[in-house]
């Protein structure tokens, strides 16, 4: 089926910057946001805002949701006021927040019921590529769907790969976030090793860079630490939500993360200590302190 209408929930860190690459690209897009002001700048890129969901996903082709937390996502899309109550028949929904593989399976199945085509589909990238239109988009749902998705994601993203029906997006996510969870752990405890040795923090930053050791994480949020720049490119408070994700899968697996526990421990007591609307790269704050 042909894609021109959008209707797009959460105008967040990402998911403003997706839906004005939407927009650049030519699509009509309709877009709701709880906190409205959030999504008003996009109205001046030619978006209509609206005031509800029911005003949001009416008579679109497509609907995209990204949001906050897993409790955001069941009320947006399985909600009394819910997406899938007002989408027309046959149109397509998609969830790209990073939630449950179970929440997943359950809104597909909802939808079907419904005679809608519904997907998972969580993106990496933080708000770098958010902005830059290189997102990862990691697809969970019908083959077919996703070949008519494509063209959709190739707006705000740079690559976009099916892992198997509903549900595996969220899975595949899963994995992302636990190689991320190590990954600032050791380039926070890099960097404060450098730091308390003496050596030029900002040089061996650099070096590393471009060795083994380098890493988009190094990359994008590196050089936000040596600022003292904790502002989101993705809000800790949610990073905890997804490692407990993780964490209560690889349970059902019989899988012992140690590593992930950790994170989820450190995060969780910065969280804890009011820190949840800074970004993921505040662990420093732990070494820090």
């Keep these: 089926m042909a894609i021109s209408k959008i209707g797009f929930i959460g105008t967040g860190v990402m998911g403003f910057s997706m839906a004005s690459h939407l927009l650049d690209k ?125 063209e959709v994601f190739s707006a705000f993203s740079k690559t976009y790969v099916r892992f198997g029906n509903a549900g595996a997006g969220q899975l595949t996510k899963a994995c992302n976030q636990i190689a991320i969870a190590a990954g600032m752990m050791a380039l926070c405890e890099a960097l404060a090793f450098s730091k308390a040795t003496g050596l030029d923090t900002q040089k061996v930053l650099e070096t590393l860079q471009g060795g083994a050791a380098g890493s988009f994480s190094m990359n994008s949020y590196g050089p936000r630490i040596l600022k003292g720049d904790f502002k989101p490119g993705f809000f800790l408070k949610h990073f905890v939500k997804d490692l407990k994700i993780a964490l209560e899968v690889a349970r059902e697996h019989d899988l012992n993360l140690e590593g992930t526990a950790l994170a989820l421990k450190l995060y969780e007591k910065l969280q804890n200590e009011g820190f949840g609307d800074l970004g993921t790269q505040a662990l420093y704050k732990i070494y820090e302190n």
């Design 26 to 150: 030519g699509y009509s897009v309709k877009v709701y946001n709880r906190s409205k002001e959030k999504a008003l700048p996009l109205a001046q890129k030619g978006a209509t805002v609206c005031e509800s969901i029911e005003e949001c996903v009416k008579d679109c082709d497509l609907v995209l949701s990204i949001v906050g937390f897993v409790s955001d996502v069941k009320e947006v899309w399985l909600g009394d006021k819910g997406a899938l109550n007002f989408m027309k028949k046959d149109s397509i929904g998609v969830d790209m927040t990073t939630s449950t593989p179970s929440l997943a399976q359950e809104i597909a199945c909802d939808g079907a019921k419904r005679g809608l085509l519904i997907a998972d589909a969580p993106v990496t990238g933080g708000d770098v590529g958010a902005r830059n239109g290189t997102l990862t988009v990691l697809f969970g749902g019908d083959e077919s769907l996703y070949e008519t998705l494509k």
